[in-house]
Structures are given as structure tokens and as C-alpha cells.
């Protein structure tokens, strides 16, 4: 059976051919889509976790217990769940774990370009990279095997296109793995010094074993078209390089990354006259070679560039100096369209309000609302990552209060941000007692992702199962919180006043904005809660406007000012009736629409 899927579906496709128990994840771009494939596969234990170090601690006690099991997350999803993923690979497995990350050259999402096939060196663990959907199955069904065979997780590194890149996929039955029986053994999985410095003895045998198979899987191969000039590539870039050069070179086209094949490596080099190596990111196979004694005949870095995708305009335009030819046209008719926040979103009330504070520093974190740093709210000063704005902004207000200055920090973010790492740091300012102002933007889902449930949400990952709901300001209380309020940011005045009052305050403080995201609004799951929302439009009088745009400020992509009558005007087919130009505009021209 065929089927065409992307990246993402293939390799959940594949796990569950190689018959995966249990699936956890945190959402990412360009990730998510694995975990969301999983969950139509009613065999699997499919789950979204408040954060990608849970996700993988569940994966590893799952694959301890004797299932199959696997973790997926975004490059920089790695970064928090590092803590665990080392001693992982020194403990080892008892049903085989694959670890999925999807890096992003090219920063399409994301506030960095890492390059995360450096935690398969760092942590000493096997990685694979497929270079298409089939090999994504494939893969990930042999991941498994070496997982198990190895004693060890294995890392699937994808990236952008090969996540998101569709192809033909032949699939096949799931394998019914049975779950392994489970034996007590503390001196394979407790990692206390004496233990586990047998357990690092182990693992150097456990790698020279996976550098034996790393020579002999058919994931390694040299395609020798009887070339005096190679190309060495792995991932996607073997996609690139082929739309490229086709049979004009030799290839060593590399799947099975770490250990790297060194053997192979030499023989495919030796006798070439030039050896393209085409790696997005970092030089790891370039220097790799080096280190083999071909730094003469290898072109690495010093013509690719260092940062970004090595798309095949890329590489033809590095090697030939030539790209493909294209349709002209006048750039200067283009206009640029930045992203905006939706017509109706809930965060627009509150950062047109933020964004009018003088001597505020806003500390923001990772979501739909980082685009409040932009015009017209310029209502945010930092973005680091996931849930830094609270702990990040305690440490500013730290600096201000000391140098005795008069600035304030409001500090940002979401609702699946605060359960995935906020809630530690709101207890660093509530602990330390911080003169921040805490701001939870409860849309309630995922937003930014795709709409993902999360523990606010009170739906499991397959959006179909009532879950235990976990209410933000209960949890806010738990932790030490006293001084809480609960608004709708679609309320400017209200707003207003509660930003007073939290800026009045000389200690921690916390504002939790509540209101659907504009997307959710043909969904059942607030309808009890919020009944009237989303349930009108507004229009603007005519007679009344004076075109001052002064509701442009608003910032809402349903709003515009006709070329013709210079007055304001509201796309009926965008606006949703959230209320804030209404309030924004002085002349009263903006009105709720009457049928």
C-alpha cells in the first residue's frame, strides 16, 4: 500500500509499523505533526506533556517498563530535555526508544538555528537522518531494532523540509511488539556515582559496536558514478545536492550519522580530486573528514554558507555562480505583509493598553504573542525562550530596584508556556519577591502551534477525552500567589485598571487574561464559558468617521482605511466582533452591527 506523507506522518507511520506502545510530545514547529499522527493510531498511548523534559521522562520510564516508546520535540524542545536524555543514554533501554528532533536551519519559527547533531556527539547515542518520507519510515523502523539491539535510545534528527516535504510511501501492517517483562536491576537504571561510572564503561563498548553497524547499514552508502569529484551529505541535503549535480559526481549519501562510517569515508575520498561536503549549519562531517587526512580535496564551509537552508539554489549558486532562470518583476509593487495577530485575538485589548505605559520593560516569552514587540503596540523588550519571561524579568526588576531606578516589569506569557516551564518561574518571583507584574494570556489552547490541548485545556491529545483541567489562578494561589486577577482583555478599561493596580503594588503580582483564542470560535469547548463570545461583528458609521485611523492603532488586520473616502472601514469576513476598536474610537463611528 502507497501512500503520499510528509516527513512528520511517515515517521509516525513508521513507529507505529514497528509497534510502538507509547508517544509523548510537547507541540514545535516543525515537529508537531508526529505526535498528532500518533494519536489517530488507536494502539499507541498518545500523549501531549507540559513540557519536552516530561515528555521524555515519560518516554524513558515507559521504555524501562519494556514498551517501545518515543519523544518528539522541536530543536530547541532538545535544550529542555537534555537533563535527561544524557543519563538515558547511560542507563539504556528495556524496550527500545527513538528520540525525534526536528532542528529548523533557516529560523522559519524558531529564535535559533542550533544544530542538535551535536547532542548525538555529546551524549555518545546512535542518530539517524532521513532524506525522505520513505526513509522516515523506514527509519524509524530500524530505530527501534537498534534500539533494542544496542541497549540504547536512538536520536531521528529531521529538519524543515523533511518534516513538512511530502513523498510516496510504501507502507505496510503493524508488528505487534509484545511489551517486555520489566526486572528490577538498580545498577542498570539507578545512576548513582558507583553506578553509573560502570555504566559510562559500557557505553564506550556499546559505540564501538554501533561504529561496527554504522559501516555496514544500507543507510551509509557510496554511490559511485565513476567521478573524480564527490559529495559527502546526509539529511535533506541529499535531496538539494541531487536536484544539483544528478550523476555529474559520486555520493556518499550518509543516514546513519553518528557513529560516523570512517571507513567508508576513507574509501569514498581516497582517489577523488574534489570532495563537496553539504551540510546545513555546522561543519561536523566536514571537519570529520579533515580529521581523515583529506583537508586538501575537501570544500566545506569555506563555499557554503555557515548559517540557513543549502536549498538547491543555494548550492548551485555556491558551486556555479548561476541560478535558475526566473520570472522578473518589480519588487517595488510588493508590498510587505508582516505577521499580525488575528482579527479577534485576544491578546490585541491588552498590549494596545501595555504598549502605552511609559518606563515599563516588557519581558515576553514564545508564542502567537511575541508579536507584540512590533508596531503599533511595541509592547515587548525581550523573547529568550520558553518561559523566561517571568524568571528573566524578576532578575531585571532585581537591577532597577538596586540602581534605584524607576522603570517597571511587566513580564508575558501564555497559557501552555506557564504549565510547560512558568510555573517554576513564578515561584522564583513569588519566592524572591519580586516587584514584577505576572502575565498570564490564557487563550485557552495551544495557539501558536495549532490549536494543541494542554493541562488548561481540560482535553487529552486527542482532543476527544475529558481530562482533568488545571485551573491557572488555583495553581497561581498554590504556589504563593496572593495578589491575582482574573480579566477579559477585550475590557480596555478594565485592563487599564488592573495594570494600575498591579504597578501600584511594591510586590508580586498577577494578571490572568481570559478569553478564547479568535480561532476556537466554532469550537464546543467554551461555548458554556463564554457564550457570547465571537457572536457578533462590528461596522464602522460612515457619517460618523472623520478618518483620523486612530483605531488603526488597534493593530487589527480587519480594519483598513478606503483609498476613495479616507474613512475607516471593517472586513466583514475578518472582524469577529471583539469590541476594541469600538472602544478605541473617540467619534463613536464603530457600533455592533444589528441584523
Same mark, same amino acid.
Given at each position: 500500500m502507497k501512500k503520499l506523507l510528509t516527513g512528520n506522518e511517515a515517521l509516525a507511520r513508521g #513507529?507505529?509499523?514497528?509497534?510502538?506502545? =507509547?508517544? %509523548?510530545?510537547?507541540?514545535?514547529?516543525?515537529?508537531?505533526?508526529?505526535?498528532?499522527n500518533m494519536t489517530t493510531y488507536k494502539e499507541v498511548i498518545s500523549e501531549w506533556a507540559p513540557n519536552e523534559k516530561v515528555a521524555l521522562e515519560a518516554a524513558v520510564g515507559? #521504555?524501562?517498563?519494556?514498551?517501545?516508546?518515543?519523544?518528539?520535540?522541536?530543536? !530547541?524542545?532538545?535544550?529542555v530535555a537534555a537533563d535527561p536524555l544524557f543519563t538515558f543514554v547511560y542507563q539504556g533501554?528495556?524496550?527500545?526508544? !527513538?528520540?525525534?528532533?526536528?532542528?529548523?536551519?533557516?529560523?522559519?519559527?524558531?529564535?535559533?538555528?542550533?544544530?542538535n547533531r551535536n547532542y548525538a556527539i555529546a551524549a555518545k547515542m546512535p542518530m539517524m537522518e532521513p532524506s525522505t518520507s520513505q526513509e522516515a519510515k523506514d527509519f524509524m523502523m530500524e530505530a527501534f531494532e537498534v534500539s533494542e539491539k544496542f541497549d540504547i535510545p536512538v536520536l531521528m534528527r529531521m529538519t524543515t523540509r523533511g518534516c513538512h516535504s511530502k513523498g510516496i510511501v510504501e507502507c505496510g501492517d503493524r508488528k505487534e511488539v509484545p511489551i517486555k517483562e520489566y526486572h528490577k536491576d538498580v545498577t542498570k537504571y539507578v545512576t548513582v556515582p558507583a553506578n553509573a561510572k560502570k555504566m559510562r564503561i559500557?557505553?564506550?563498548?556499546?559505540?564501538?559496536?554501533?561504529?561496527?553497524?554504522?559501516? %555496514?547499514?544500507?543507510?551509509?552508502?557510496?554511490?559511485?558514478?565513476?567521478?573524480?569529484v564527490g559529495v559527502v551529505v546526509s539529511g535533506m541535503c541529499y535531496c538539494f545536492a541531487k536536484e544539483v549535480f544528478g550523476d555529474t559526481v559520486n555520493y556518499l549519501k550518509l543516514g546513519f550519522t553518528h557513529p560516523l562510517p570512517e571507513k567508508m569515508m576513507t574509501k569514498f575520498c581516497t582517489g577523488l580530486e574534489k570532495v563537496y561536503v553539504i551540510e546545513e549549519n555546522d561543519p561536523i562531517l566536514e571537519q570529520a573528514l579533515q580529521r581523515l587526512?583529506?583537508?586538501d580535496i575537501v570544500v566545506g564551509k569555506s563555499l557554503f554558507p555557515k548559517y540557513d537552508e543549502l536549498t538547491s539554489d543555494v548550492i548551485r549558486k555556491c558551486v556555479t555562480g548561476k541560478v535558475l532562470e526566473s520570472i522578473e518583476y518589480d519588487h517595488k509593487d510588493i508590498v510587505n505583509r508582516p505577521p499580525?495577530?488575528?482579527?479577534?485575538?485576544?491578546?490585541?485589548? =491588552?498590549?494596545?493598553?501595555?504598549?502605552?505605559?511609559?518606563? !515599563?520593560?516588557?519581558?515576553?516569552?514564545?508564542?502567537?504573542?511575541?508579536l507584540a514587540f512590533a508596531p503599533p503596540y511595541n509592547a515587548m523588550d525581550t523573547a529568550t525562550c520558553m518561559g523566561a519571561s517571568f524568571s528573566s524579568g524578576h532578575g531585571a526588576a532585581k537591577i532597577f530596584d538596586k540602581a534605584g531606578s524607576d522603570y517597571r516589569v511587566v513580564s508575558v506569557l501564555g497559557d501552555s508556556t506557564f504549565f510547560h516551564s512558568g510555573m517554576t518561574s513564578l515561584t522564583e518571583c513569588i519566592y524572591n519577591n519580586s516587584?514584577?507584574? %505576572?502575565?498570564?494570556?490564557?487563550?485557552?489552547?495551544?495557539?501558536?502551534?495549532?490549536?494543541?490541548?494542554?493541562?488548561?485545556?481540560?482535553?487529552?491529545?486527542?482532543?476527544?477525552?475529558?481530562a482533568t483541567m488545571l485551573d491557572i489562578e488555583t495553581v497561581c494561589r498554590a504556589l504563593g500567589a496572593k495578589n491575582i486577577k482574573t480579566i477579559d482583555p477585550n475590557n480596555l478599561k478594565l485592563v487599564k485598571e488592573t495594570l494600575d493596580w498591579a504597578l501600584g503594588l511594591d510586590g508580586p503580582s498577577v494578571i490572568i487574561t481570559k478569553y478564547p483564542c479568535v480561532l476556537k470560535k466554532f469550537s464546543e469547548d467554551d461555548k458554556n464559558k463564554f457564550p457570547n463570545a465571537y457572536k457578533s461583528k462590528d461596522v464602522v458609521d460612515a457619517d460618523k468617521c472623520v478618518g483620523c485611523k486612530f483605531c488603526l492603532k488597534s493593530g487589527c488586520p480587519a480594519l483598513f482605511l478606503n483609498r476613495d473616502t479616507k474613512k475607516a472601514e471593517i472586513d466583514p469576513l475578518q472582524c469577529v466582533g471583539c469590541g476594541v476598536c469600538e472602544q478605541i474610537c473617540g467619534q463613536k463611528a464603530?457600533?455592533?452591527e444589528t441584523k
Open positions: #513507529a507505529w509499523e514497528a509497534g510502538v506502545h =507509547f508517544a %509523548s510530545a510537547y507541540p514545535g514547529t516543525p515537529s508537531t505533526e508526529i505526535l498528532e515507559a #521504555a524501562i517498563a519494556g514498551g517501545r516508546s518515543m519523544a518528539s520535540m522541536k530543536h !530547541v524542545g532538545l535544550n533501554v528495556n524496550g527500545g526508544c !527513538v528520540v525525534i528532533t526536528a532542528d529548523e536551519p533557516g529560523q522559519h519559527s524558531s529564535q535559533n538555528e542550533q544544530d559500557k557505553l564506550e563498548d556499546k559505540l564501538a559496536g554501533l561504529l561496527e553497524y554504522s559501516e %555496514s547499514t544500507p543507510m551509509n552508502r557510496i554511490e559511485d558514478n565513476g567521478k573524480k587526512g583529506f583537508a499580525a495577530l488575528c482579527a479577534g485575538c485576544p491578546h490585541r485589548g =491588552f498590549f494596545y493598553e501595555l504598549g502605552k505605559r511609559k518606563n !515599563v520593560m516588557v519581558t515576553g516569552d514564545i508564542g502567537c504573542y511575541t516587584k514584577t507584574v %505576572s502575565v498570564i494570556l490564557d487563550n485557552r489552547i495551544t495557539g501558536m502551534t495549532g490549536h494543541q490541548q494542554n493541562p488548561g485545556s481540560g482535553k487529552l491529545a486527542d482532543g476527544t477525552t475529558d464603530i457600533r455592533k
